[in-house]
């Protein structure tokens, strides 16, 4: 049994926190609001005021490399033929290759910066209403936009600079252009003239070092722009983090290229020109190979051929002068044999300087050649080894025509290889297509208002409701009665809800205050319900008290001590009580506005005996029943010193006599001694405090202050009570809800 009570208190303290985190947002809601507005207006000025980024983009395809002619796959064994699959990683990182941008950045002038001088944000908001001659028709009561703002741009202003040299120090640094009458120009770096120029003309500074064309300025005179050449390295490396190059799918060869820019035309032309380098750029690397191969077997054919001329002649003085026939059959077996091996050897000695010329020693092709070798050279030594049994004429006529053979066969085949990589480079094609060419797409990109908005409003939210709970941590008010009993040890006698009728019961603001007595105009009101039970409350604390005067007092203003007096007065009378309500408060007290009397004669008339008490008292009915009141009259110099005469204790003493009960409504203890004075008199003193208003040391301080002149607070009137705050809220609202609903 123990357990489910622990978890059910558990549960109720975990409820109990939820609702208090939801009616602290509820509570600080304008305060959210407010930053919700402010954040959404910052972000609607950065979404609209930045330009807007439009994207372009192309596509690509790269197709596995193969030859151009059928039948040259193995040409020379340099694998000039033959599929090999392109790897997509390597053709991106071609595409964003220093070589392939530095010429489109050449081509279009990517190094120049150029445009006009706006103020941020609020300038790119302008240029979205206005032209540039608009500026001229704007009121003039818009000092800032006068003649004096036109340094910065306004319209649509525009400017197009084909060409700009600076010497290296200007590099990177921003140059100031101002727009003249007659399409005239200056140009100035560090508020220094550097040259004055002409539209569509080029213009030279007077030491050489700095060349400028602009080809088109359109803006008002006095209008500033913002120039910069920015080093060929810096405009590469920026470019290579803005283009954007991906596969599309898996091995599918397909590449999408994809930039972004405030200038549609221009992300068009660089992304066009991109894809057409490189295009340009594959097609003579496919042809490379054949080139480089071919130039080789050009160096090598004169060798050659000088070789095959000399071993003829050899053998043609060799047979003269000795007069020899033809080799037998058996020994021109084994000349083809030895010929067809040194023509192999001879071939593989050719590619391997050819290979070396791209490979080490140590590279697996060269390795695989040299070990092919060595199967041929001891291939050779055991044919050659036949030989030897033949006479030494046939010997060496064998010998002379192997020497011939060779040298012509090979001396053919590299004639053959020489006219296959002539047809090859002719008719050399790259394996790159372009499929899509650069097209932008209309709607801009960037910034995305929609997002940039919601973010805005959300980060105001949080930022709103951060605010809400530092403040309530900084500042801990108290909004329980029952922790303000068990703090301070005093019972809360009343706990007043708020008003379903009125909507402040206390407040700062004057215009808030209650206009007439809630009791009267809606007596089922759960406040003005609250107050009968501190009626019976009230019968329990008078019987210990020294007499029948009641002080309802507060820490600070506004916290509804006027409501709580007059709303209890009207209830104690309507039980045929005879009530006095006393306005006390002589410097701000506003009970005649309330019960629509004059203010004077009032107290302070009376106690300087400016009046009589009959002239004071005032009856108010309530229904068959009725009240008496006195007002709080003129506003003395001293109300201080006015209560502190004999006359008041003499006045309240008379009145205990003739009255059942006496309230007295008194100003805040923290800001006046007043109900110091009027509490020494009282027999019960109440103070008033108002939910999520005061914090307990403010609270405390108000008790220990009337305690320290012999006050006891008999006890609290909590107002303001929200039920839905606290664990018992819904149970408190709904009997009082209930208990209207009977009496209707």
């Known amino acids: 049994m123990n357990d489910k009570t622990q978890i059910s208190a558990q549960s109720d303290d975990d409820e109990i926190d939820l609702l208090e985190l939801v009616y602290t947002i509820l509570d600080g809601k304008w305060l959210i609001l407010f930053f919700i507005l402010l954040s959404t207006f910052l972000a609607f000025i950065y979404a609209f005021g930045q330009p807007p980024i439009y994207k372009a983009d192309a596509v690509l395809q790269v197709e596995s490399k193969k030859a151009a002619i059928p039948g040259l796959d193995d040409l020379a064994g340099l694998g000039l033929g033959g599929e090999a699959n392109a790897s997509v990683g390597t053709e991106i990182e071609i595409i964003k290759s220093r070589k392939?941008?530095?010429?489109?950045?050449?081509?279009?002038?990517?190094?120049?910066?150029?445009?006009?001088?706006?103020?941020?944000l609020l300038g790119n908001l302008y240029s979205k209403f206005f032209n540039p001659d608009d500026v001229q028709k704007l009121p003039k009561i818009w000092g800032w936009l006068d003649k004096k703002a036109y340094p910065y741009a306004w319209g649509n202003e525009k400017i197009t600079v084909n060409r700009l040299d600076v010497p290296a120090h200007l590099l990177d640094k921003n140059l100031t252009l101002i727009s003249r009458d007659k399409d005239s120009f200056d140009l100035l770096f560090d508020k220094q003239l550097i040259l004055q120029g002409k539209v569509a003309r080029r213009s030279i500074s007077k030491d050489g070092s700095i060349k400028i064309n602009v080809q088109e300025l359109v803006a008002l005179p006095g209008t500033k722009f913002t120039l910069q050449k920015r080093s060929n390295l810096e405009v590469i490396q920026t470019l290579q983090k803005t283009i954007k190059a991906s596969e599309k799918g898996k091995k599918t060869g397909i590449i999408s290229l994809a930039l972004e820019g405030a200038d549609k035309q221009l992300i068009v032309k660089t992304l066009d020109h991109i894809s057409k380098t490189y295009l340009e750029q594959n097609q003579s690397r496919s042809s490379l190979d054949a080139a480089n191969a071919l130039d080789f077997l050009k160096r090598q054919i004169k060798p050659v051929k000088d070789k095959a001329d000399k071993a003829e002649a050899s053998l043609k003085l060799y047979r003269t002068q000795h007069q020899t026939a033809d080799i037998s059959m058996e020994t021109q077996a084994v000349l083809n044999v030895v010929a067809g091996i040194d023509t192999e050897l001879q071939k593989l000695s050719l590619k391997r300087d050819e290979l070396g010329q791209k490979y080490t020693s140590n590279h697996p092709v060269i390795q695989a050649i040299t070990a092919q070798e060595k199967k041929l050279k001891k291939r050779k030594r055991r044919t050659l080894s036949k030989i030897s049994k033949l006479p030494e004429t046939q010997q060496e006529l064998l010998k002379r025509e192997r020497d011939y053979k060779v040298a012509s066969t090979t001396y053919l085949d590299l004639l053959n290889q020489i006219q296959g990589f002539k047809i090859a480079k002719a008719s050399t094609v790259g394996n790159v297509y372009i499929i899509d060419k650069a097209v932008v797409y209309d709607k801009p990109v960037k910034p995305k208002k929609g997002l940039i908005l919601a973010l805005g409003a959300l980060l105001g939210g949080m930022l709103g409701i951060l605010l809400v709970f530092l403040k309530k941590a900084l500042h801990q008010t108290v909004h329980n009665p029952e922790k303000l009993e068990e703090i301070t040890g005093i019972p809360v006698y009343a706990t007043v809800p708020l008003s379903t009728t009125v909507k402040l019961t206390g407040g700062f603001n004057k215009d808030k205050r209650q206009k007439s007595l809630l009791a009267i105009a809606n007596s089922t009101d759960p406040a003005i319900e609250s107050l009968r039970s501190l009626r019976t409350s009230l019968h329990f604390a008078l019987l210990e008290a020294k007499n029948n005067i009641v002080m309802i007092t507060g820490p600070s203003p506004g916290i509804g001590k006027s409501f709580i007096s007059s709303n209890f007065a009207s209830v104690l009378a309507s039980v045929e009580e005879k009530v006095l309500?006393?306005?006390?408060?002589?410097?701000?007290?506003?009970?005649?506005?309330?019960l629509n009397k004059k203010i004077s004669p009032g107290?302070?008339?009376?106690?300087?005996?400016?009046?009589t008490l009959e002239d004071v008292i005032h009856t108010i009915q309530i229904g068959d029943d009725s009240m008496d009141i006195i007002t709080r009259g003129k506003t003395p110099p001293n109300p201080s010193e006015l209560l502190m005469h004999s006359r008041f204790k003499e006045l309240l003493d008379q009145l205990s006599k003739q009255y059942d009960l006496i309230l007295i409504d008194t100003p805040p203890v923290h800001a006046v001694t007043d109900p110091t004075i009027i509490g020494a008199l009282s027999g019960v003193v109440f103070m008033v405090v108002y939910s999520d208003l005061h914090s307990m040391k403010e609270i405390e301080h108000a008790v220990t202050?009337?305690?320290?002149?012999?006050?006891?607070?008999?006890?609290?009137?909590?107002?303001?009570?929200?039920p839905k705050k606290n664990s018992y809220g819904y149970g408190y609202h709904s009997y009082y809800g209930d208990y209207k609903s009977d009496n209707n």
């Open 100 to 120: 392939n941008l530095k010429k489109a950045i050449e081509k279009l002038n990517l190094d120049i910066e150029a445009g006009p001088k706006r103020i941020p």
């Open 581 to 594: 309500l006393i306005d006390a408060d002589m410097r701000k007290g506003y009970l005649h506005n309330v």
């Open 603 to 611: 107290l302070s008339d009376l106690i300087s005996d400016q009046a």
């Open 705 to 722: 202050r009337l305690a320290h002149t012999g006050i006891e607070t008999k006890g609290f009137i909590f107002n303001g009570y929200n």
